[in-house]
């Protein structure tokens, strides 16, 4: 049988390099794929005196694609420094594996969009965010589209459970439509708060339930 994949990929595929979790991350981020629905996480250290890259990991819950992309991207990504890790794109990727099938290419965007935001999500911490520009209702909901509804694995957004969105002097509530006492309402709520605080000019976020 021959498979569509090169040599690399599938090399990339059977041996991701760099798989699992980083304890108390300086960055991460959950990428989640409107094509597909998979989804993939990433962690990352950084060294910051040199703001560089000094250990990234990744977790896929995707195809062999997502898989090979984020054992390539996390080898060329370790080591840079922020702004040349921000660089890596899909291209590059796909190039570095050998080529990907033109259908696969959304599985390598995802992996790249999730080592981005990563290093966003360091950048927010820490204040580095060079263009700021003021929160709104929509890039919160844009945010609410990572955290992960556990019962259904798919995103808050997707499966209606945000009933609203309020953003006013660095105050953002968010209501979810799920009772405060539900087994998964603490772990939605410390997403959602993860999510939005390192937004710059958010003081304060206020997650309720219905009931
Ligand atoms: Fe979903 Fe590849 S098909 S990540």
């Given at each position: 049988?021959?498979?569509?994949?090169?040599?690399?990929?599938?090399?990339?595929?059977?041996?991701?390099?760099?798989?699992?979790?980083?304890?108390?991350?300086?960055?991460?981020?959950?990428?989640?794929?409107?094509?597909?629905?998979?989804?993939?996480?990433?962690?990352?250290?950084?060294?910051?005196?040199?703001?560089?890259?000094?250990?990234?990991?990744?977790?896929?819950?995707?195809?062999?694609?997502?898989?090979?992309?984020?054992?390539?991207?996390?080898?060329?990504?370790?080591?840079?420094?922020?702004?040349?890790?921000?660089?890596?794109?899909?291209?590059?990727?796909?190039?570095?594996?050998?080529?990907?099938?033109?259908?696969?290419?959304?599985?390598?965007?995802?992996?790249?969009?999730?080592?981005?935001?990563?290093?966003?999500?360091?950048?927010?911490?820490?204040?580095?965010?060079?263009?700021?520009?003021?929160?709104?209702v929509?890039?919160?909901?844009?945010?609410?589209?990572?955290?992960?509804?556990?019962?259904?694995?798919?995103?808050?957004?997707?499966?209606?459970?945000?009933?609203?969105?309020?953003?006013?002097?660095?105050?953002?509530?968010?209501?979810?439509?799920?009772?405060?006492?539900h087994q998964?309402?603490n772990?939605?709520?410390?997403?959602?708060?993860?999510k939005?605080?390192?937004?710059?000019?958010?003081?304060?976020?206020?997650?309720?339930?219905?009931?």
């Open positions: 049988m021959k498979f569509p994949y090169s040599e690399k990929v599938l090399e990339h595929f059977k041996h991701p390099r760099n798989v699992g979790k980083i304890e108390n991350p300086d960055g991460n981020a959950l990428e989640g794929s409107p094509a597909c629905g998979d989804m993939v996480a990433v962690y990352i250290k950084v060294d910051s005196d040199k703001n560089r890259i000094e250990d990234v990991k990744f977790e896929s819950y995707g195809c062999a694609s997502n898989i090979a992309t984020g054992s390539i991207i996390t080898e060329l990504a370790k080591g840079k420094t922020l702004d040349e890790a921000k660089k890596i794109d899909w291209k590059e990727a796909s190039e570095a594996l050998g080529g990907l099938p033109p259908i696969k290419a959304h599985c390598s965007v995802l992996a790249v969009e999730g080592l981005r935001s990563a290093i966003q999500n360091y950048e927010e911490r820490h204040g580095l965010v060079k263009e700021q520009k003021p929160t709104t929509e890039i919160v909901r844009k945010r609410l589209k990572k955290v992960m509804n556990p019962l259904s694995g798919l995103d808050l957004v997707r499966t209606n459970l945000v009933t609203d969105v309020e953003v006013e002097g660095g105050v953002v509530r968010v209501v979810i439509d799920i009772p405060s006492g998964f309402a772990n939605i709520r410390d997403e959602i708060l993860e939005i605080e390192p937004l710059w000019d958010v003081n304060q976020v206020v997650v309720e339930f219905t009931e």
